[in-house]
């Protein structure tokens, strides 16, 4: 993709922060489109001006909580081809859980730790080709509150084989084909795979999220 094309909404409520961000994305051959300090104003510009990427901060006005995040949900619901990627001063990976079970054009990171301004493009130009980025602390506060035990250990040897496939980005069809066994066989294993490590029922795909990154954190 071509850098000059690629158009970005940044969401802070810190005007210098928010400055000095857009002075760099445009040094760096972006097109900063717009410019908001509070989650109704980034909306707004995300409908009219439809841009491959917006940066959220996740606590804006009024209440700086999780003003950015839900902002950011309703940008997927309603343009789901818009790159996001939330910025945090604070862990709360917790709250962008249902942006990054998505696992495509979505990305989460630390403001106190982008110190490179290479690897933070990169890290745009990820997010805008279709590619997902978590900070790697992110990752590890989130497995770190979902265990006080190594949950692979209650696994069964052909649990943790469809776990690795699962981890592999496999669906349930892939897996039966890989190990020669029905879909129905692998959708009861992976179901005894949430239960035992643990991990709530819900209605949308966190668990399996979840159970992958505690796969691969544990390798």
């Known amino acids: 993709m071509n850098q000059t094309l690629t158009r970005v909404v940044l969401a802070d409520d810190d005007v210098l922060l928010r400055e000095g961000l857009a002075s760099l994305l445009e040094r760096s051959g972006f097109e900063v489109a717009g410019q908001a300090g509070d989650a109704p104003e980034l909306l707004s510009l995300v409908r009219e001006r439809r841009p491959n990427l917006a940066i959220v901060d996740i606590r804006m006005p009024p209440r700086h909580t999780t003003e950015g995040v839900e902002a950011a949900r309703i940008i997927r619901a309603e ?3 818009v790159g996001i990627l939330l910025l945090s001063a604070h862990v709360e990976v917790e709250q962008a859980m249902e942006l990054l079970a998505a696992g495509h054009r979505v990305g989460y990171l630390l403001k106190s730790r ?51 496939l699962m981890a592999e980005g496999r669906s349930n069809a892939g897996i039966a084909h890989k190990l020669w066994i029905t879909e129905g066989t692998v959708e009861k294993h992976v179901r005894s795979i949430m239960s035992r490590m643990r991990l709530p029922e819900t209605e949308d795909d966190h668990r399996r999220v979840l159970a992958v990154l505690t796969f691969l954190d544990a390798r």
């Open 79 to 81: 343009l789901p081809e």
């Open 114 to 164: 982008v110190t490179a301004v290479s690897d933070f493009v990169e890290t745009l130009k990820r997010i805008v080709q279709g590619g997902s980025v978590v900070d790697p602390s992110l990752v590890a506060e989130l497995i770190n509150a979902r265990r006080r035990h190594d949950p692979l250990e209650q696994l069964t040897q052909r649990e943790r084989e469809v776990l690795a």
